[in-house]
């Protein structure tokens, strides 16, 4: 049926068909009151003369529209950077909050000591940003600390070159003899010969996320979960306007149109930009890590060495976690659980705490890292971030953000909302690492301000 919108004081309204019956936008949680958000059931496009030109703000909203595809981390704190910022804010997410990549870690808040010899630039985000999440979301997580220890004559020689590294990263280390490092951790294999401290720590997954996502929606953007993007749509100009979507509650597509689009869908960042045929270099890197029933140190203990298998076992609230492992795929929806690798990983835990061979199996599972690089391979590849302004590519209004960590996804998101409001000519500063997230309880409470 013909579908039909009028202008009534004000608002926005549609008749369908010969009944007249009419719908408030109040009454379509998918419509917003922008004329660069009119999401249109089925496929329809409203035309461009009844909403005025997208481009002229003044038409009933005057801030300008982001439209934010993914929910994990990065895509979560980058609605509330552009929130703070005066953007009206739309984030799709196939799934739920976190339920891809960032749902999946095991949740260390990285020093940077992991990387301070291999990816000195890494090393340098991951200690600059553990220490404004301590500040920002201490209510997801726990202070503990962490060990770099030395099993091995190998772990030894990595020694000096840790202490240099740590030390180019700004990485406070103290040197802890075997029997300082059994005192804090009695469960540590005996056999030790190093150990040094760090500040690593826990996080709560889920409570992160929620937390940016909370703080997001408490200053008016909205989130559109199990809302799967099917199609980047482009003007005749080069430029992307909008996206298309399909609900997946309700199997209907509709648009969603705005001044910017983010791609921030971590290890799938390729293949949305591939929707229209950007290119970006990320390689989906999975990893296992398997979950034990006994949580048997309180601080993290970490391998004395280059970034490897099973290196890193966490404590988790009532468990311990190990991992990970690392190969490439090609479709990142797809990972199966080898059971070889599990196996390794229960000889990697018991090699740096030997009770682990007391516990049980809680849980395995994996996830997709999304590491930049094109030419290397695996572990080689930069645990940095990059955001691609696709204007280099010949395509406007579209931004994608990728690779990076849990640990660097509010600085992700600075770097992301600082290039947008240049693209728009914005003037705007970040504000995120001076105020503390809303609590991740209040997500799914109504929302207080707009």
Partial sequence: MPLVWRLVTGMVWMTYGKTGVRTKPGNLPWLRMSERNFIINGKRQLQEHL????????????KPHAIVIGAGFTGCAIAYDLALRGFDVSVVERGEISSGTSGRTHG???????????????GIECIQENIILRKIAKQCIEYNGGLFVALSEEDLEYAVRFEKGAEECGIPIDKLTPAEAINLEPALNPKVLLAYTVPDGAFD????????AASAKQLGAQFFTYTNVVNIIIDG????????????????????RGDVVINATGAWAGAIADLIGLPVPIVPTPGVMVAYDQRLTNRVINRLVEPSDGDILLPQRRMSVIGTTSFEVEDADYIP?????VAQMYKCACELVPAVANTKQRGVYMSARPLIGEALKGRSLTRTFKCYDHAEDGVEGMVTITGGKATTCRAMAEKTVDLVCKKLGINEVCTTANQPLASYRTYYQEQVAK
Wanted: glycine share 8%.
């Fill in 337 to 341: 659980v080898v059971e070889d690798q």
């Fill in 237 to 256: 100009q080069r430029r992307v306007v909008g996206i298309e979507v399909n609900g997946r509650a309700n199997d209907r597509n509709y648009e969603f």
């Fill in 205 to 212: 997954p889920l409570r992160l996320a929620f937390a940016f």
């Fill in 51 to 62: 909403i005025g030109l997208r481009s002229k703000r003044s038409y009933m909203n005057s």
């Fill in 108 to 122: 260390l808040l990285h020093s940077g000591g992991r990387y301070c010899v291999t990816d000195v630039e890494a």
